[in-house]
Each structure stands twice: as C-alpha cells, then as structure tokens.
T-cell receptor, first 114, second 114 residues
Framework: AQSVTQPDIHITVSEGASLELRCNYS??????LFWYVQSPGQGLQLLLK??????LVQGIKGFEAEFKRSQSSFNLRKPSVHWSDAAEYFC????????????FGTGTQLKVEL | NAGVTQTPKFQVLKTGQSMTLQCAQD?????MSWYRQDPGMGLRLIHY???????DQGEVPNGYNVSRSTTEDFPLRLLSAAPSQTSVYFC?????????????FGNGTRLTVT
C-alpha cells in the first residue's frame, strides 16, 4: 500500500533562513504526491502537488518541492522562511481505493524564530 | 464562496452521548469525506461518499455513521461517544474522485469526549 513518512516531528528555523522538510514515499509506480499546510485552528491548505513530468514543482507562498525517484523522496523547500510560515506541514499521497483518498504522513511542526 | 463549512467548531460530550458533526460544501463537489486527526498519526479516513446516496467506509469507520442525501451535505454521526473519539475532525470535498482532483478541507471540529 502507498504510504509516506515524515521523519522530522519538529523543526525550528530562524526567519530568513532556508527550509527543507523531508518526505519519503513508498510505492512501486509513480506516486501522486502532495504537500499541505495547516495553520493553527485552520483546515489544510494545498501547497503543491506532483503527478508527473517536471520533477521540480512550484507551489503557493514561495514553496517548491522536488521529486527524486532514486531517493523515494518529495522534500519541500523554501529559500527564505517568514514568521508566518510557522505551521504544521503534511506530506500526502493519493491511495487507490477510498475514492479520492489521501494517505497522510504524521506531519512536521515548523517553528520560526525571530 | 464559503467552500467547506463545518459546524460546530468545538464540542464536549460525555461518554455515551450522541451527536452529529455537520459538513456542507457549496462547490457542487461530488466527492466528500471525513478524516480524523490525532497527534502523531496524521489524518485518517473515516468515511467517504462519491455522490448523493453513496457512502463507503474508510480505514477507521467504527463508531461513526454517515449519510449523503444531498450533494451539499455530508454529516458524521457519533451514536455513542467514547473517549477514544476525542479528536479533531475534518471534512473534505473534491470535484471528482480521480487523483487529479485536489481535496478542499473545512476548518475542523475539535471534539472532546469525557
């Protein structure tokens, strides 16, 4: 079954520093991968998605992610973090069965130090 | 455009009580689903519906019932609440059921069962 793993539970970065959040997937074929962000008290907002083609995908809020098949990874990056980026970030993969089911990772909580 | 609306935002129940979590969307989406979010576990699919009159179970359906009498509404019912159902519940919808249809999330209902 398709799954994703987010190895970092918490990450702290200084404002203005670069950010990379890790996501590893488990799937034999090409997976459909997503990154969502959840601000406190809010629902999940889609940042970006990868289906096929160009392995570097651009998303909203200045985020990008790179699909690397050789490493089974889909890491999220941002060149310069803003204090408003503090949130929880979820990697997810489309899973067959369950209609439009997404299987989520356990999330990475990002703290931004001013 | 309200998107996906969940009510209530917060709820406290005693063990054995029943209640219904409401979810409505105004985007004419065919697919609707319920997830629960627990610390360290990401989001897990409870039930989903691919259209009015059609529902199916996700990975954690026990203790929950759903129905889909209209395209817009997808309520989640707890018939006899248990402390293990303390969680944050998210409703999500999408236009289609394919992997290219992004999910839109509500802002969640935080439920505490004492």
């Amino acid at each position: 079954a398709q799954s994703v793993t987010q190895p970092d539970i918490h990450i702290t970065v200084s404002e203005g520093a670069s950010l990379e959040l890790r996501c590893n997937y488990s799937y034999g074929a090409t997976p459909y991968l997503f990154w969502y962000v959840q601000s406190p008290g809010q629902g999940l907002q889609l940042l970006l998605k990868y289906f096929s083609g160009d392995t570097l995908v651009q998303g909203i809020k200045g985020f990008e992610a790179e699909f690397k098949r050789s490493q089974s990874s889909f890491n999220l990056r941002k060149p310069s973090v803003h204090w408003s980026d503090a949130a929880e970030y979820f990697c997810a993969t489309f899973t067959t069965g369950g209609g439009n089911k997404l299987t989520f990772g356990t999330g990475t909580q990002l703290k931004v130090e001013l | 455009n309200a998107g996906v609306t969940q009510t209530p935002k917060f709820q406290v129940l005693k063990t054995g009580q029943s209640m219904t979590l409401q979810c409505a969307q105004d985007m004419n989406h065919e697919y609707m689903s319920w997830y629960r979010q627990d610390p360290g576990m990401g989001l897990r699919l409870i039930h989903y519906s691919v259209g009015a009159g059609i529902t199916d179970q996700g990975e954690v359906p026990n203790g929950y019932n759903v129905s889909r009498s209209t395209t817009e509404d997808f309520p989640l019912r707890l018939l006899s609440a248990a402390p293990s159902q303390t969680s944050v519940y998210f409703c999500a919808s999408s236009y289609g059921t394919g992997r290219r249809s992004p999910l839109h999330f509500g802002n969640g209902t935080r439920l505490t069962v004492t």
